[in-house]
């Protein structure tokens, strides 16, 4: 994503697209609050949606705006208000001069409520993915204040959530076009929210480690790296997820506990670390990883039966583990594993994964079926027989 490039459009005056279709499209125009023109502002009402005016909540509570009631979860509105030298406040030209003015961080005193220009508070990014939350953060990435003008684009007749609109409006308009993924790949990469919290021995039947844990204002889960040092200016790393029925009770089911031993093993001598992820059935959970164990016994595979729940076949990130890695001064790692994808999502990052070690495991009469779909349908490079 070039930033600098998008920077330059919105200089000219061209909000950006922001996009969302991690589950269903939606697309809002985003555009800096303090260089909010009468002529940008007319643009994003003839989106037709509710023009709005994000900032952080903790900023806008500091400043004497107060919220509007609602329900756990949904977006936060604040007060709606107009700048106080406005005559009505309805008009583009208004509106932008109440953008700017509550961009320059005036207390609420200086403004009229109930008024024209909606506000949002965002909850910060790590703990809501919406469109108020990622339109700050883009404002930050691209060099301006936290605080946004943005509206959700309809179509012609009045809908949203139409992709082909959208990304035509975008194109006649010559708008930059930003998915919200890129402006979280961006915030994980700019921000460090998890950082060491304790460093304590672990002796265990492998060898001596440590154990570190972290405060984890990223994704607020509880991973936990094991280190044995000395390793090498490339550690060998593996990321495991946590297996309640593997690790902990050796369920025959998955590799998953005989690929924990060997990877320990493998440490043990070497020097390295293993990060253990609190990412219980590729990340949907214990009880539901337990209601697609109960699918299977009809006969659907460890795909099909997370994909009838509602899930993807594979719902882990990787995020937290590139900023562990970070956090223990780590930038370049072998990486212990038979999956493709967690050496892309970690190198999307920035972190530089210069060899891949296979991660082995044991074959079971049990597991052989759930093996085999590993390898063809998650693309796992299984480097035995199954």
């Known amino acids: 994503m070039n930033w600098d490039s998008i920077r330059e459009k919105v200089l000219e005056g061209k909000p950006v697209v922001l996009i969302d279709d991690r589950r269903e499209f939606e697309a809002d125009l985003v555009y800096p609050a303090e260089i909010a023109s009468p002529e940008v502002v007319n643009f994003m009402l003839s989106m037709k949606g509710l023009l709005c ?21 949904e977006t936060n509105f604040l007060i709606p208000v107009d700048y106080m030298e406005n005559f009505t406040g309805i008009t583009a030209e208004e509106r932008a001069l109440t953008a700017k003015k509550l961009a320059e961080a005036l207390s609420v005193e200086h403004f009229r409520y109930p ?56 194109e006649e308009n010559d708008l930059p076009v ?56 490339v550690p060998l790393v593996r990321i495991h997820s946590k297996c309640l029925t593997g690790d902990t009770l050796g369920s025959l089911k998955c590799d998953c506990w005989s690929q924990l031993t060997n990877a320990l093993r493998m440490i043990a001598q070497e020097g390295g670390i293993l990060l253990y992820m ?36 594979d719902e882990r990130t990787y995020e937290a583990a590139f900023q562990m890695l970070r956090a223990l001064g780590v930038s370049r790692i072998r990486l212990i594993t038979n999956n493709p994808r967690k050496a892309e999502a ?41």
């Open 346 to 386: 970690l190198e999307e990052l920035g972190m530089e994964v210069v060899g891949i070690v296979p991660a082995p495991g044991e074959v079971t009469e049990h597991n052989r079926l759930y093996l085999k779909v590993k390898a063809e349908k998650l693309g796992h490079r299984i480097p035995f027989e199954i």
């Open 53 to 73: 005016f994000t900032m952080d909540m903790e900023v806008a509570l500091s400043r004497g705006f107060f919220p509007l009631p609602s329900k756990e979860g």
């Open 115 to 170: 008024g024209h220009l909606h506000l949002l508070g965002g909850i910060g990014l790590n703990r809501r993915r919406g469109h108020t939350e990622g339109s700050l953060e883009l404002m930050e990435i691209l060099g301006f204040k936290r605080y946004a003008l943005i509206v959700e684009i309809l179509d012609e007749t009045g809908n949203s959530h139409n992709r082909e609109y959208t990304l035509r409006l975008a």
């Open 278 to 313: 609190d990412q219980e059935g590729r990340g949907i959970g214990l009880k539901e990883k337990i209601k697609a164990y109960e699918l299977q016994e009809d006969g659907l595979d460890t795909v099909e039966a997370n994909e009838v729940l509602g899930y993807r076949a």
């Open 178 to 233: 930003v998915n919200i993924d890129d402006v979280w790949k961006e915030f994980v990469r700019r921000k460090q929210l998890i950082r060491v919290y304790a460093n304590a021995r672990l002796p265990t039947r492998y060898g001596d480690f440590r154990i570190v844990s972290f405060d984890n204002e990223l994704d607020f889960k509880e991973h936990v790296a094991i280190v044995k040092e000395p390793y090498r200016e």
